[in-house]
Antibody, heavy 121, light 105 residues
Framework: QVQLVQSGVEVKKPGSSVKVSCRAS????????IIWVRQAPGQGLEWMGG????????FYAQKFQGRVTMSTDESTSIAYMDLSRLRSEDTAVYYC??????????????WGQGTLVAVSS | EIVLTQSPGTLSLSPGERATLSCRAS???????LAWYQQKPGRAPSLLIY???SRATGIPDRFSGSGSGTDFTLTISRLEPEDFAVYYC??????FGQGTKVEIK
């Protein structure tokens, strides 16, 4: 079973950008969509968007359109989520997950360990 | 957009008891495209149930899912100590319920 390994904690200033990575260990992204979900402290799960590697057009939740960019690098089996114009409300743990098929809107069977992004002045 | 409402918000039970968690959708969920996840503190969610009633790989049979249309249920037949956690339902894609916390009574 593939393991998704995410990059480490990020501390950012308001207005800056963050790029979180998600590497597939022991497997690839092939035949599976990759999505991103975030969880603010003490809150529930919020779906951000996803894409189907290697060339699928990303599909973003309306809330994040214009601020988020998702991509994958098939040569290294790494997925990226870039969030710009950060504000304090973006403080959350960000998870990547692999769908059960090549469908962005599906169930998610493998999850990364999460990356804490803290936005503070 | 479909809204998922989970109830109760918190369920206080003892090990060995049966847990029944509800997930109600604001519109019919097509083809039983509903999943359940378990999340323990400080950990990522993990898939329990997909297709409303199919257990994910390695999930013990004390976990079962049922329902269709707008009403879905996750049942834990006999709670083990490791089952105390937060449970989320998800309509395939963008929508998650707000979660039900199963805590030790």
């Amino acid at each position: 079973q593939v393991q998704l390994v995410q990059s480490g904690v990020e501390v950012k200033k308001p207005g800056s950008s963050v790029k979180v990575s998600c590497r597939a260990s022991g497997g690839t992204f092939s035949n599976h969509a990759i999505i991103w979900v975030r969880q603010a402290p003490g809150q529930g799960l919020e779906w951000m968007g996803g894409l189907i590697p290697p060339f699928g057009t990303p599909f973003y939740a309306q809330k994040f359109q214009g601020r988020v960019t998702m991509s994958t690098d098939e040569s290294t089996s790494i997925a990226y989520m870039d969030l710009s114009r950060l504000r304090s409300e973006d403080t959350a743990v960000y998870y990547c997950a692999r769908a059960g098929a090549r469908l962005v809107l599906y169930y998610y069977e493998d999850w990364g360990q999460g990356t804490l992004v803290a936005v503070s002045s | 957009e479909i809204v998922l409402t989970q109830s109760p918000g918190t369920l206080s039970l003892s090990p060995g008891e049966r847990a029944t968690l509800s997930c109600r959708a604001s519109q019919s969920v097509s083809s039983s495209h509903l999943a359940w996840y378990q999340q323990k503190p400080g950990r990522a969610p993990s898939l329990l149930i997909y297709g409303a009633s199919s257990r994910a790989t390695g999930i013990p049979d004390r976990f079962s899912g049922s329902g269709s249309g707008t009403d879905f249920t996750l049942t834990i037949s006999r709670l083990e100590p490791e089952d105390f956690a937060v449970y989320y339902c998800q309509q395939y894609g963008q929508t998650f319920g707000q979660g039900t916390k199963v805590e030790i009574k």
